[in-house]
């Protein structure tokens, strides 16, 4: 019988927490709606040191005390940003006379809590950044 202890008490736990879940399923419920509402509503959060929230898509959106800015910061503009935990994917792009500038950004968190990034950096020719219907972003598009 002593071998199986630990196998009963892993079966125990496992039961008290799947009836905790039952029971409070409709609080849980409420909370995981209330936070995905407040994540809509632009509220930030943090869990796990990945911050989640409000999107910063252009440079006066902050507060003028958290930037000093020289030049034209926007001329860069985000096509897409997504997020999970551990990492950050971004594209941005930059119009010029002739084409675009586009900016790949990768960042990843390491074992030990740092972050790795990545660029790359293409010039794309002869297209224009527009921004998607619903104005959810931007995107590449043919120049006329």
Known sequence: MAPYIPLLTTLAWIL???CLLIVFRKQLAGLVTALVERVKGGAEFEVAG???GRLIS??????PQDVKVFGDPDQIQLLFKAQGAGWVKSTKAMQTATGCLVQVSTERQNPNGSWSSAEALAFVPDVAVAAVDGGNGNRLVPKE
């Open 16 to 18: 008290f927490v799947v």
């Open 50 to 52: 990945v911050k989640f």
């Open 58 to 63: 252009k440079t006066s959106d902050l507060p």
